[in-house]
């Protein structure tokens, strides 16, 4: 196991982590909590199930150290608040949260209202549209998608864009390609296996 993986494991207190029963993940084993992890370069986060939404534990390289970094999602598709050395980072919608509805309504969008360690920064807009029906693939199981696209707007900062892949079913993304402003791939997190995980 990599210095990475064991000090995830450490981080969520996961006591156990087994493949799921039968192969392929399942809406019943997400409920327990799921690692989800990319090989190559390495990256791997654990999701677990709170209310309608997630918290989300993961552990991120920076300057040779590995330091952790929660978040806790309204939806799946919409975080609330991030959390790492750099401080707390908590983005407040104005609408109301509906977003499992997205195929036949196509778009939500929100004025939205950033605050850096408590304290109000920007304001701007988030959109989420819904682009469609597809297939992702984790070890050799496939699973219906939503393909998403995900746009925050603040003031006069570049738009983070995403354009993400999530499953209803498994209320989680499978996959998310970061774009730039032109809607260019700039990254892309696709994972390759992922285990059952109970955390303490």
């Given at each position: 196991m990599s210095i990475l993986l064991r000090g995830l494991s450490l981080l969520v207190g996961i006591t156990l982590a087994v493949p799921a029963l039968g192969n392929c993940l399942t809406a019943n084993d997400t409920k327990q909590g799921v690692l989800l992890t990319?090989?190559?370069p390495f990256y791997s986060v654990f999701y677990k199930p709170d209310g309608p939404g997630l918290t989300?534990?993961?552990?991120?390289?920076?300057n040779r150290t590995l330091q952790?970094?929660?978040?806790?999602?309204?939806?799946?598709?919409?975080?609330?608040?991030r959390v790492s050395a750099n401080g707390t980072h908590e983005l407040k919608y104005a609408n109301a949260i509906a977003l499992d509805d997205l195929p036949q309504k196509k778009n939500w969008q929100s004025d939205t209202t950033l605050f850096l360690n408590g304290k109000k920064s920007v304001s701007g807009?988030?959109?989420?549209r819904f682009d469609g029906l597809g297939e992702e693939t984790i070890a050799s199981c496939s699973y219906k998608v939503w393909a998403i696209n995900s746009r925050l707007k603040l003031a006069e900062l570049p738009p983070i864009i995403f354009e993400q892949y999530y499953s209803p079913e498994l209320r989680l993304v499978l996959r998310s390609v970061r774009l730039g402003p032109s809607d260019r791939p700039i990254s892309e997190v696709r994972f390759d296996r992922f285990e059952v995980?109970?955390?303490n």
């Open positions: 990319r090989e190559e989300e534990q993961k552990l991120v390289e920076r952790p970094v929660s978040a806790v999602y309204l939806h799946p598709l919409l975080v609330e608040k807009t988030t959109s989420i995980g109970w955390g």
